[in-house]
């Protein structure tokens, strides 16, 4: 065997051994983070008899609706704080999209009460704090819960997510 032979053998191995205890540890790290925000939305479905019908999970929270009872539960994935959102305070809900130049700082959903007022803020990103990469793919996703957000306040059905779930 050459010595090149052997020292990619040796190369290959190293890797192999330092690879995989990697990819096991951040697998089994994402399974019981997801554990963890299931276990929490179990025990808030308990508590307040909600029941949570869509959920999506972003780069720092997630975010589940109760279409029935017009709330919205969202848990930081940080530190697995929840925030419960009463929709029937809501009159209206907007996309708010702040920018410097062409590049997006802010990307977030305002619910506003009956006087107009800002009540709610959701964040979908934060510029430096939230993966860009997945930039449009949010910004979509933001999009589609101000169509839900607004046709579970004004009590109609929505048309487009609320149907995959049933």
Known sequence: MSNSMENALVVAVLFIIIAIPIYISVRNGRKKKKKKIMDELYLLTK????????MAQLDSFSIVIDKIKKLIVIISLSDLKSEIIDLKEVSDCTLEEKKQGKAIQ?????LTDKKGQPMHHIVFYRQY????????????????????????IADRKPFLILDKAN
């Open 47 to 54: 508590k307040h008899n909600i029941s949570l019908q869509i």
């Open 106 to 110: 802010l990307l977030q959903l305002v």
């Open 129 to 152: 704090v939230d993966n860009e990469g997945s930039l449009k793919c949010t910004t979509s996703m933001a999009g589609e819960w101000l169509e839900m957000i607004k046709a579970v």
